[in-house]
Structures are given as C-alpha cells and as structure tokens.
C-alpha cells in the first residue's frame, strides 16, 4: 500500500468556512462532488492542469477513498466485494444494483437490467449530473459499501 501525500484543506470562505475538505466530504458528499465535476471540466477545456492547494487536497482524498476497504459482498456470487454499481439506462437506481469486478458477475447485473456499471470510489464524478433522489441512492450505495466507522477516518 503506497503512502498517501497529506494536502489538508480549511474553506476559507462560503457556506462551509471553517471546514476542512474531509469534514464536508462526509457531511455533504454533493458539495464536493460540485467542486470536483468543475475542476475536472476546466481541467479538460484547458488541456493542462494547474494544481492549487484545492485540488490537490481533493486528490488526495480521493487516493484515500480508494484505498479504503470494501465491506459489502457481491450480491450475485455472494464471495467477493463490491465494486461497480449500476446506474440503470430507465427507472431508478436501486442499492442492491451492485456487483464485484468478475466479468459473471457484471454480465448477469446489465442482463437484469440494462444500464451502464461505474466504480463505487469514484461516484464524485457521477453525482452532479443525475436527480436528487438518485444522488441520495448512490451516496448510500457508497455508504454501505465503505462503511461510516471508516469514514471517520479521513475527518
């Protein structure tokens, strides 16, 4: 396991001043998600990437949300851990739609329902462009995956 680079982060401003990154990742998981999404399309339109203390705060949190350990075991071969989740091309996105990174796996979870199968850690990149309720599903389908006592460990 590589050692992780430290970048705290304090808000300085705005309905979060005071905070560091890491408490409001736990606590409003949308909020950065929003700054994530932005800096990810600047990062893009500008083909360069400018590193300021934000952004690298909020890349080191998410090395750490991958390193973290997965609780939750497939529900379809009932023997390794989630990985995927499932956001379904109609209806809504359900807690159970998961699935490990064995190819049965996820082959038996799009033939139940058809949709397109993204990673559990990198759901900051998915929320801001799905609905509210929706948005809620996934936060806890990451919740349950990576569980609460874990969480705590970034705050």
């Not at 999404?37 to 690298?56: E, G, H, I, P």
């Not at 890349?59 to 009932?78: A, E, F, Y």
């Amino acid at each position: 396991m590589e050692t992780i680079q430290e970048y705290p982060y304090i808000f300085q401003s705005g309905k979060y001043k005071g905070r560091s990154l890491e408490w409001v990742f736990v606590n409003d998981p949308l909020h950065v998600s929003r700054i994530y999404s932005n800096m990810f399309t600047k990062r893009a339109y500008l083909r360069k990437r400018v590193d300021n203390k934000l952004q690298l705060a909020i890349d080191n949190l998410r090395s750490k949300i991958k390193q973290m350990k997965v609780v939750k075991s497939c529900p379809i071969c009932k023997s390794n851990k989630v990985h995927f989740f499932l956001l379904p091309d109609s209806g809504a996105i359900n807690v159970n739609l998961v699935c490990c990174q064995n190819n049965i796996c996820q082959k038996e979870l799009l033939l139940a329902r058809p949709g397109e199968l993204y990673l559990i850690n990198d759901f900051l990149l998915i929320l801001p462009y799905i609905g509210k309720k929706e948005r809620k599903t996934v936060i806890r389908i990451f919740q349950k995956s990576h569980p609460v006592p874990l969480l705590n460990e970034l705050v």
